[in-house]
């Protein structure tokens, strides 16, 4: 099946010089999660908003494939772009106050996107928010549409954002770190709606995390990324369940799981930092915090194939 | 074993004003928290945003004074402490190390500070304690020449450490040290936290709004609803018989990485608290799928269930 | 373009400080000394101008261009004396506000609405016709009035940074108020007041000006710009350049001034601060 989105060998320079991201290939298919994964800086969001076009001033971008259904992204206007992102491409993110307007009411603002791209009515838009806000779970919809964002709790205007992002019945929804400002409950809650509506209405979900805990229950695929690169990926099963890359599998140890890791023994670390990355920075940049690293690492590294669709950019694992 | 804080029914509130013709509200931020801690223990407290925890730790370390109450440290009476006999006793440990850094001052300075405040120090000797802190969690002494902005996440928040620990405190107050660094950060510090507490004796209040983090580092939980503790147990009774469906809800949120496991339905509704409007009788019926007219009237306020403290009045029923 | 703005902004305040300060050896006559036969020559580059009188002569015969620098001096010494007067006045009163809030808040908002109300030029008025009028007396009236920007601003961003977890560890590591004040809280705000500064140097050397043309200033014979504006205005029909080179010195560095403090504002992140 074709993938709805699709991205080949992606790169992202800032003007300071710093490589962003540096290769990365990902495919996000109809119905399904694709969670991409990292710390800080690893250039997850940015992948994000390479895709979407979104990128700050005098950022670079380039890359092989980056097609959107039959749309080649690297070739649209940006006029072309915009007319896609926001229908049928739409993004939520960590924080729904710097998305929405304070001074415009949530119906106003939900019916701007919908009579801009469909060219419908106030009225038509009206009944669309208030449908969409009850099917996100928001009681009262009328009412809410009359209110302003500074009027809601945080779940509410998460909720908010989401039912935005649908109005114009998108394909693909790019949720970057969606409830990292909010608490557990609410945070469980959002991501039960998310994976909901996503089996309900065939969504390709591209979700951007840091948090292992949401990929693990989320993601049918997984991206783990480090310094710009996708260190490893495949199915969530293989990820959690057979990890290769040494970067995966020291994430995995620092996470402590209530009941099952001894609470008397450190947990597992991951010593030093992050080194710089420029364009011509080669070899594995992982290879001064492992434990592993041989004289090859510092080579150029290719794609390994552990098994059918899990991949990994890591030396001990044969070619 | 002695106790090292000992919270009575210790109060807070504060007005709020919403526009310029709202009206005042008060919000109850503390509304009655009782607690006593065994030096060498950690209590974890947990909560939502707004339940009062970080106005309760700001309390504990007498930067804000509660409006009724009383906080004893190690036996004496907080409200009564001048702030170098304070600051010998009770230390913080920020979350932000961003913002927990003074961004005009060296890292030397800022750890030495709690020395300088003392008095009666010389220079020399202020900055040879500070260097040996510094070692004491991980960094080189070299680092006291620079500035936070120089740093990393995790070495900001080692610093953070370094100053809070330089008067060899016996009671550290961690406000969510770990919320803001990543992932592979956060172990480190947690790690350098518990292996400093077993060496150096110390009594932590942990403050977080991640229960596995929390269930990880501390011996005792409590469990912070709209300002007030609804359940206070030994860590592990907690975690492994929770009896406040408020606790209940809160474990079942945590995602755990483990895949294949659907995310729980947590059944709390879509209320949310508000400090402002506290309601009648239990204070989390609103949300409480086992909520009974009981509830609605009466509040099981130090309600005990068994060994332990439960605000809920059908605590001891298992089916509930 | 802002670059090149700060740089002669930057260029301008240099070189006026440097006359201010090396006036002694710069100007090529004695400001007080008079010479009768000499009145009102025009500048050099004009018609019967003297190349002895680069900027020409005023009414008693005074080198123009030599008044201008020793005015250069008046103006600098205003500007600065002010601006520390007042700068302490504002920064202790809005930090001491913004810290402490409450009563002491009010207080200090009540102190700053007062000042607003008072009518610059009418105490100043007053003040010379109660004690009569010299250097002193407008450097104390402009510093005792023109601290209420330095006091808002000190107090709103006290207000921001009081909040900041490093303010709550210090008061835990059981530093003492003063040292919370003038090491965690005042280097921190210390940027925006240095932008205030320099708008309200521009705004005393201004005011000093003003003052001086209604005669409430500095006295004469002293060489401030605002007098020499004064003395010129008989004389301005028959020779314009008598108040054209005060008045455009004036100009020059009041605006030299402020492409300064746009620069600093930029340099020190001021407007991008949260």
Known sequence: MKPVLEIENLRVGFPDGTAAVRGVSLRVGRGETHCLVGESGCGKSVTALAAMNLLPRGATRSADVM???????????????????????????????????????????????????????????????????????????????????????????????????????????????????????????????????????????????????????????????????????????????????????????????????????????????????????????????????????????????????HRTLCTMVPA | MSIAVEVRDVRRSFTRRDGIFAARSSIRAVDGVSFSLESGGVLGIVGESGCGKSTLGRMILGLQPPDAGEILIEGQSLASMDRRTRARLIQPVFQDPFSSLNPRQRIGDIVGLPLAAQGAISGAQQRDQAAEMLTRVGLSAAIMERFPAQLSGGQRQRVAIARALVLRPRIVICDEPTSALDVSVQAQILNLLAELRRDLGLTYVFISHNLAVVEHIATEVA????????????????????????????????????????????????????????????????????????????????????????????????SS | ????????????????????????????????????????????????????????????????????????????????????????????????????????????????????????????????????????????????????????????????????????????????????LLREILPNILSHLIVIATLEMALAILLEAALSFLGLGVPPPLPSWGLMIAEAKDYMFFSPWVIMVPGVALFVLVLGINLLGDGLRDFLGVSQRR
Not at chain 1, 143 to 164: D, V, W
Not at chain 3, 33 to 44: G, K, N, T, V, Y
């Open chain 3, 1 to 180: 373009m802002k670059r090149f703005s700060t740089l002669f902004g930057m260029t301008i305040v240099g070189a006026v400080v440097l006359i201010a300060l090396c006036a002694d050896f710069l100007a090529p006559h004695d400001p007080f000394a008079q010479d009768l036969m000499a009145r009102m020559i025009p500048p050099s580059w004009m018609e019967s101008g003297s190349p002895l009188h680069l900027f020409g002569t005023d009414q008693l015969g005074r080198d123009y261009l030599s008044r201008l620098m020793y005015g250069a001096r008046i103006s600098v010494l205003i500007g600065v004396l002010t601006v520390v007067t007042s700068g302490l006045i504002g920064t202790a009163l809005g930090v001491t506000g913004g810290y402490f809030g409450g009563r002491v808040d009010d207080i200090v908002m009540f102190a700053i609405t007062c000042r607003l109300a008072i009518p610059l030029i009418l105490v100043a008025l007053t003040v010379v016709a109660l004690i009569g009028s010299s250097l002193t007396v407008v450097v104390m009236t402009l510093g005792l009035l023109l601290w209420e920007r330095f006091a808002v601003v000190a107090r709103t961003t006290t207000m921001q940074v009081r909040n900041i977890d490093y303010v709550a560890a210090a008061r835990a590591a059981g530093a003492s108020t003063p040292h919370i």
């Open chain 2, 223 to 318: 469990v912070m609803y709209l300002g007030r503790f609804v359940e206070c147990a030994p860590s592990e009774a907690l975690f492994h018989d929770p009896r406040h469906p408020y606790t209940r809800a809160l474990l079942a949120s945590v995602l755990t990485a483990e895949p294949g496991i659907p995310i729980p339905d947590v059944g709390l509704g879509d209320t949310y608290p508000d400090p402002a409007n506290i309601p009648n009788g239990c204070r989390f019926h609103p949300r409480c799928r086992f909520a009974q007219d009981r509830c609605r009237s009466e509040a099981p306020l130090g309600h005990i269930a068994g060994d332990r403290l439960v605000e809920c009045w059908y605590a001891d029923n298992d």
């Open chain 1, 67 to 309: 097609r959107f259904h039959d749309e080649d992204l690297t070739r649209l206007s940006e006029r072309q772009t915009s007319r896609l992102r926001g229908a049928r491409m739409a993004m939520i993110f960590q924080e729904p106050m710097t998305s929405l307007n304070p001074a415009y009411t949530i119906g106003s603002q939900m019916t701007e996107v919908f009579q801009r791209h469909r060219h419908a009515t106030r009225a038509q838009g009206m009944d669309r928010a208030a449908e969409l806000l009850e099917r996100v779970g928001i009681t009262a919809p009328g009412m809410r549409l009359a209110q302003y964002p500074h009027q809601l709790s945080g779940g509410l205007r998460q909720r908010t954002m989401i039912a935005m992002a649908l109005m114009c019945d998108p394909e693909l929804l790019i949720a970057d770190e969606p409830t990292t400002a909010l608490d557990v409950t609410v945070q469980a809650q959002i991501l039960r709606l998310l994976q909901t509506l996503q089996r309900e209405l065939g969504l390709a979900v591209l979700l951007i995390t840091h948090d292992l805990g949401i990929v693990a229950r989320m993601a049918q695929r997984v991206s783990v990324m480090y310094a710009g690169q996708v260190v490893e990926s495949g199915s969530a099963a293989d990820l959690f369940g057979a990890p290769t890359h040494p970067y995966t599998r020291g994430l995995l140890a620092c996470i402590p799981i209530p009941g099952k890791t001894p609470r008397d023994q450190p947990l597992g670390s991951i010593p030093g930092s992050v080194p710089k990355t420029g364009a011509e920075f080669a070899g594995c940049a992982f290879r001064d915090r492992c434990t592993y690293a041989t004289a090859d690492c510092a080579g150029t590294i290719p794609h390994r194939t552990v098994a059918t669709d």
